[in-house]
């Protein structure tokens, strides 16, 4: 195989992206091949991963430009790792999708705006030219931009203009800052970028740039304070769509603060300061906003801000114990997001509403289904042995040998929080007594679709919680491949080499 190789899946969602819209009107032929086309990216992205891990990091130089003078893609391990979660999480996605967003919605173009958003992602997970990564952040915004006002409701058009005013202003921070960068480097391309960054005698001005990347990926990873926009927003379109917002958006965000801060500005006291302060209070805010939250999908949002701070709070100790348990909190929470937010669409389609107060006994009729939500649910609570109990034992051990005792605190306290959160949800929608839910004339229940439908609602919420248990079971496979991503992380000069040292075959 070749270095190519790392291509296919990008240029696969280009395919899948642009075959789409010549079947417009053609719904049904949009859902076969939306899913046969994520099935197919799945494949790819594992043998893309299975290529990285056997033979270590890839370059290719697009144009055959060679570096740093043209566009360079990369797939080391955590790339390969990225693109791999895209792939799960856009898989199950496409199917939910297929069975719960309804034709009306399809007609305006969801399926190709939702593969061109997976192609942004892609990009975003492979590209090493840090002007590159803002194209493909742009290509994220306008996609999901347009993904959150299908439908044309008033909810989503005013939660439509929260989400696109602030990442518009993220990106002109962003861009500014590589603005910035290029003024003082002259280069674009990030491994050379971390070799001039670091002889710039200039620090303060190093320090400054750094901090303009940390506003600009803050805001689109919804770190405080600048997390406002998610939780106004990511309830409002179809659960589908926010399935996908809630496990992958903020999470490129996340890439980008980790690709940055391991590889470009490191070594900087000052800076990991400030990733740790704003971690704690991002770990402190989304917790409380999570507390007093009635709406199920407006506690899930406040849940991903909250755990956005377990990934940035590793970031912030730098210490490959950390990293390793950032990574591996990074892939249980993407997902373990995506199928709560799926799941929500879930309990809405039955009931006809997401209230915690006008749910219950949901436990009592849907036994099987709630044994079910109960997996990603204490999941995400970090209950052993399941998913996200083995990361915190990471960040746990990090911040003691470390000595960030406020970081310890800020871990234990949001994980009690999150636990009250998911308990009084669990108590509310499923052991209260069942309440009388007004029924809705025109609206879909779940009983009222066809079996079909049914299937394709129900299947990608389980795939996504046998994922959810082979990552809590199979915890040393992650915890491995965790810190191998933290090895890479921490000894740059491996991605520097592969980038800089390595030629594209002609």
């Excluded at 303009?212 to 600048?226: D, E």
């Excluded at 903020?250 to 490191?266: C, E, M, P, Q, S």
């Excluded at 309440?435 to 079909?452: C, D, G, L, S, T």
Aim: hydrophobic share 55%; glycine share 8%; aromatic share 14%.
């Amino acid at each position: 195989m070749t270095p190519q190789l790392i291509l296919y899946p990008l240029l696969l969602q280009m395919l899948l992206a642009i075959l789409l819209m010549f079947f417009w009107r053609k719904i049904n032929a949009q859902r076969i091949i939306s899913m046969v086309g994520s099935l197919v990216h799945l494949a790819v992205s594992i043998g893309v991963f299975a290529f990285i891990w056997n033979n270590g990091t890839q370059t290719v130089q697009a144009g055959n430009w060679e570096a740093p003078f043209g566009i360079t893609f990369i797939a080391d391990t955590f790339s390969a790792t990225m693109v791999l979660l895209t792939s799960i999480a856009g898989l199950a996605v496409s199917i939910f999708s297929s069975g719960s967003v309804i034709g009306d919605r399809l007609r305006f173009g969801y399926f190709p705006i939702f593969h061109f958003l997976l192609l942004g992602l892609t990009g975003a997970f492979l590209t090493g030219d840090i002007f590159n990564l803002y194209v493909w952040f742009e290509i994220i915004i306008i996609s999901s931009f347009v993904l959150i006002t299908i439908g044309g409701e008033k909810a989503q058009l005013e939660g439509a203009v929260k989400y696109f005013t602030l990442n518009f202003l993220a990106s002109m921070i962003f861009l500014t800052a590589i603005a910035v960068l290029y003024g003082l480097t002259g280069s674009l391309n990030m491994a050379d970028l971390a070799n001039k960054v670091a002889a710039v005698e200039n620090r303060a001005l190093v320090e400054i740039t750094a901090i303009l990347f940390l506003i600009g990926f803050g805001i689109k990873s919804a770190i405080f304070p600048l997390y406002f926009w998610l939780p106004a927003s990511y309830h409002t379109p179809p659960s589908a769509v926010s399935a996908i917002f809630g496990g992958l958006l903020t999470k490129v965000g996340v890439y980008a603060l980790i690709r940055v801060f391991t590889l470009i500005f490191v070594d900087d006291v000052f800076l990991d300061q400030i990733l740790l302060v704003l971690a704690i209070f991002t770990l402190f805010s989304g917790a409380l906003g999570a507390l007093v939250q009635n709406n199920i999908r407006k506690v899930f949002s406040y849940l991903i801000i909250c755990h956005i701070g377990y990934m940035i709070i590793g970031l912030g100790m730098f210490t490959e114990v950390a990293i390793a348990g950032t990574i591996f909190y990074l892939v249980h929470d993407i997902v373990v997001k995506t199928n709560l937010f799926m799941i929500s669409g879930l309990i809405y389609r039955i009931k006809g509403s997401n209230s915690m107060r006008a749910l219950g006994g949901f436990y009592a009729n849907y036994p099987k289904l709630s044994l079910l939500m109960f997996i990603p649910l204490f999941s995400l609570v970090g209950i052993p042995p399941l998913s996200g109990f083995w990361p915190k034992i990471s960040l746990i051990t990090a911040s003691f040998d470390s000595g960030s005792y406020w970081s310890l605190a800020a871990i234990i306290f949001a994980s009690f929080i999150t636990l009250v959160v998911i308990a009084k949800l669990w108590a509310e929608v499923f052991w209260k007594d069942a309440q009388e839910i007004p029924v809705r004339p025109k609206f879909r229940y779940f009983h009222a679709i066809k079996n079909i439908k049914r299937v394709q609602i129900l299947v990608p919420i389980v795939f996504l919680s046998l994922v959810s248990l082979y990552i809590g079971f199979g915890a040393e496979h992650i915890q491995t491949l965790s810190a191998r991503i933290a090895s890479e992380l921490m000894d740059n000069q491996q991605y520097i080499d592969a980038v800089l040292n390595t030629q594209t075959p002609e």
